[in-house]
């Protein structure tokens, strides 16, 4: 969590694109309205000596087994080894009109490929005529770089859940350290980027991604993606894409909440009903009032059910009440930010080991799911 331990790098996955969005938040709130919360004080974590495996050449696993650091908890999560190699990103062709947000975005909308495209191929390669699984391209840092265990331990259960799912979910999943991947990826249907645990640093790879995303490219932020330092920090990024003006407090520690559903007829909302049950997580609070943004579509929010939401022990670290927005949709893009993505850790026992699993939440699993088949047009939206 913010303040607790030490980061470092970026995780992110690449998706489905669509027109060139040119937009950004249409209003300019003023920080936290109603309902936020206040700024949680960071409280201090035992710091662990981590080591990366052996890293694999090959970018479409998992990795192997063993090699990663011996303060992360592989129980549960099969323990990643190195990290993955970077998987080459080859430019596709330009979006159709059903790729833009709010149209029909269903891989077979208006396309040559038939019959329609689904299951495990659901996109439409038009150059070909042939249907394709959704390219992900999940971006995060090295482990050894990442000095966060919480953050550590969900991408690497991330990691080792999704290609276990991918084939029968219709997706191609390459996880990817670093930021050089922005620096060559183009907005294609049925493609998909996701940042695991980070946001890029350098101007170059920052311009790039902004490029990617003006140009209807497909992304999903996760947790720690919607963090910022300083108020300065990339403005376009924070103020006009997640429209959130940055971090502005969380609790502690890490405990399950129920989210209510915004909306139950959207597709990152499939089959979940009104309610989502969530792994434990840390939970952010956010400058802006998102509920005052015309172009933010908040999907799930902190149902009233769970406060108190965390157990301290600062004060400031337990939510009593407020208005959280936990999921949303910037409608100028194609974007989703998830704030799910840290794990409970045993850092006051002093062993770091990890306590709670992510990816055992089947319900959590499945809205995930939802959401990159969304992204990468496979859903439409209604």
């Known amino acids: 969590m913010p303040g607790r331990t030490i980061r470092n790098n970026v995780v992110n996955v690449i998706a489905l694109g669509a027109f060139a969005f040119v937009g950004a938040c249409s209003d300019s709130p003023s920080n936290a309205g109603p309902g936020q919360g206040g700024s949680g004080g960071a409280s201090t974590t035992s710091g662990a000596s981590s080591g990366s495996g052996g890293g694999s050449s090959s970018a479409g696993g998992a990795g192997g087994s ?12 099969g323990g990643q080894g190195g990290d993955p190699g970077d998987a080459s990103v080859a430019s596709d062709r330009d979006m159709t009109a059903s790729d833009a947000p709010g149209g029909d975005a269903r891989a077979d909308a208006g396309s040559r490929c038939s019959p329609a495209c689904a299951a495990t191929a659901p996109v439409c390669d038009e150059a070909s005529g042939t249907c394709k699984p959704i390219e992900v ?20 259960e991330a990691n080792t859940y999704f290609p276990m ?24 249907r049925g493609r998909v980027v996701i940042f695991l645990d980070d946001k890029p640093k350098d101007p170059a790879s920052q311009a790039s991604f902004k490029a990617y995303m003006d140009g209807g490219g497909a992304w999903m932020g996760i947790h720690f993606a919607a963090y910022n330092a300083a108020p ?11 429209c ?25 909302a499939q089959g979940l009903g009104p309610l989502l049950t969530t792994a434990p ?3 952010y609070a956010f400058k802006v009032d998102l509920r005052t943004v015309s172009n933010i579509k908040i999907l799930f929010s902190i149902d009233p059910s769970s406060f108190p939401l965390g157990t301290g022990p600062k004060p400031e670290e337990i ?27 045993d850092y006051e026992g002093g062993t770091n080991r990890q306590l709670s699993f992510a990816f055992q939440n089947m319900q959590q699993n499945q809205m995930l799911l939802n959401a990159i088949k969304w992204l990468g047009g496979a859903t439409k939206t209604p």
């Open 137 to 156: 391209l999940a971006l995060y840092t090295p482990y050894d770089q990442n000095m966060d265990l919480a953050h550590r331990s969900w991408v690497r």
């Open 165 to 188: 799912v991918a084939q029968a979910n219709g997706l191609d999943y390459k996880p990817m350290t670093g930021w050089d991947a922005l620096k060559t990826v183009t907005p294609a």
């Open 66 to 77: 063993g090699g990663g650091s011996s303060t992360d908890a592989a129980a549960g999560t």
């Open 232 to 242: 300065s920090d990339w403005d376009w990024y924070f103020n006009q894409l997640l």
């Open 319 to 345: 939510w009593h009440s407020g208005y959280y927005p936990v999921i949303w949709t910037n409608t100028n893009y194609k974007m989703l930010y998830v704030n799910m993505g840290h794990n409970d850790m």
């Open 281 to 283: 997580n840390e939970w």
């Open 244 to 268: 959130s003006g940055g971090y502005n407090g969380n609790t502690w520690r890490p405990t399950s909440a129920k989210l209510k559903v915004e909306d139950t007829t959207h597709p990152v």
